[in-house]
Structure formats: C-alpha cells, structure tokens
C-alpha cells in the first residue's frame, strides 16, 4: 500500500468514474428508491385496507349519515318492508328512529327485562314468542301493525309517533334520531336516489343468487330474474326501481353483492371512498335495477 511521504499509510486513489458509469449508478439509485418507494406505498395501502371499517353512508341536503353495513341492512329490510304494505315513507322513518333508540338497528337478543330484537319488543306484552321477535320480518311488521292504529302517526313528530307504539320511560329521546332516520328512510324509500352508498371488503364467499331473489321477495313482495350470477328486478315505477337499487347497496354485505346497476348510474363494491357514491357508468334503463353477486 503507497505511504505518504511522512511514511504514513495512504489508501490508493480510485480510477475517476467516465460518465456512463456516473450515468448507470444514478440510474440504478432512482431504480432502487423507487422499488422501496413503491413496495413501502403498497405495504401501507395493504395495512390501511385491512384496519379501515367497513362503513355506508347516506348523504341527502348536504349532511352525511353514517351506518355500518350489518345496520344498513336491517334499515333497508326495515324500509322495504313498510314500501311493501304500502305505507308512506314517513312510517319508515318512525320505525328507523325507534329501533336506533331501541337496538341501535341492531337485532339484539336481549334487553331490559324480556326486551328482544330491533325494537325491544316484549314477549311478556303480547308482541309475540321470542323466536318470532327475533324475526326481523315478523318484528317489523309488528311494529307497522301497532304504528297504523294511532290515528294521525303521519302528521305526528316522530318521537310522537314512536312513543305512541312503544310507550317507553324516556319517549323523548326518538327525537334525536330523526335526521337520520329521515335521510335513510328517504334514500331506502326511492324519494332520494343514489345517495346510499357502502365500502365494504370483498365478499368471504360467493353470493347465492337465489337467496337473494328470495330476500327481494321477503322484503319487497317482488319477483325478480336470476342469470347465473345475476339478479334483474323490474321495478313498476322510478321511484321503487330506487328503492331497490339502494336497498341492494345496504343489504350486500348479507347478500354478497358486488355492482347495482340502475338508471344509467352504478354502485360497484370496493374499500374506498368511490364505493360511498354512484358513477355514472350504468347500463340499465329507468326501470330496471340489475345487481351482480361475486
């Protein structure tokens, strides 16, 4: 090894680089920063994908409402059931307020005393056996038979009208509940289209689309079409047409459905915020609502 002229060690000069060979180390840096760089990105999109919730949301005058999915549904089974008997939007709107007070839209299997379901009904109160009160179906047409027998419900407030069917302790307290039972019920009920929207993960299994044609029947009173992986309804009007299409956004994480098509707009699964609003991308017509399962 060269020493210096003082007999210190020195370590030998490099050979000066050419600039093809400055040119292919820079290039090989840019390459390796921007693997890093894309790999680190993907990592924390995969990280943020798996903590993010599950979530739908209905936005109608400006103001956003949110539910989660399992919430959605039985909002949208709650809806559907009252535009089956043929009842305003507006007993919709009660019923959603009462069982948000009541369950959280949740259909709990307990409660205070012998309080079951969505809306806390009572065995020991003549609403039923418990097996039926866990019915979502039988428990909210309970609730719309007892709701159509106060005279006026229509014109009422809504905590009025809900406590007039419930009686509870505290029967001010539907009241909080009321903008966002309107929107949802409004949104569910076809009067405010594509304003309800999911992101939700990819569905764990394949959607059954018979089972789904049955739901439609069960909730709606509708017969629909199945083609192989897909469910085609024909609705009788524009505004049940939306009813439908929205009700097939808020009940797919029980269904598995992964596109609603309807009016030349579309609702297409995914866990980002594009799945919590309607493109513009729709083939169907204004009476027709198409939904796809995976």
Known sequence: MPRSRSGALTLAEEEPRSPRQRWLAGT????????????????????????????CEVTVSGTTH??????????????????????????????????????????VRYGDRDSLGLFQQRPSQGWGSPEQILDPEYATNAFYD?????????????????????????????AQHEGQARATASALSGQSPAVLGCALRDPSEPGDPEALSALLDKDFGLAAEV????????????????????WAVARASTTGATRVEHDGRSWTRAMDDAALTWAGDGSTGPGEVVIDLA
């Open 146 to 174: 007892a709701l159509v027998e106060v005279d006026g419900y229509d014109g009422m407030e809504i905590a009025d009208a809900a406590q007039a069917v419930q009686r509870s302790a505290a029967g001010y307290a539907y």
């Open 66 to 107: 949110r539910w989660a999915p399992d919430q959605a549904s039985n909002a949208a089974a709650i809806t559907a059931i009252g535009v089956k008997r043929g009842l305003p939007p507006r007993a919709a709107s009660i019923a959603i307020a009462t069982a948000m007070q009541e369950s959280k839209v949740r259909n």
């Open 227 to 246: 083609e192989g992986t897909r469910v085609r309804v024909d609705a009788a009007d524009p505004r049940s047409a939306w009813a439908v299409a929205q």
């Open 28 to 55: 090989l840096g840019v390459a390796v920063v921007g693997v890093l760089g894309v790999a680190g990105w993907q990592g924390v999109q995969h990280l943020l994908h798996a903590v993010a919730s599950e979530r």
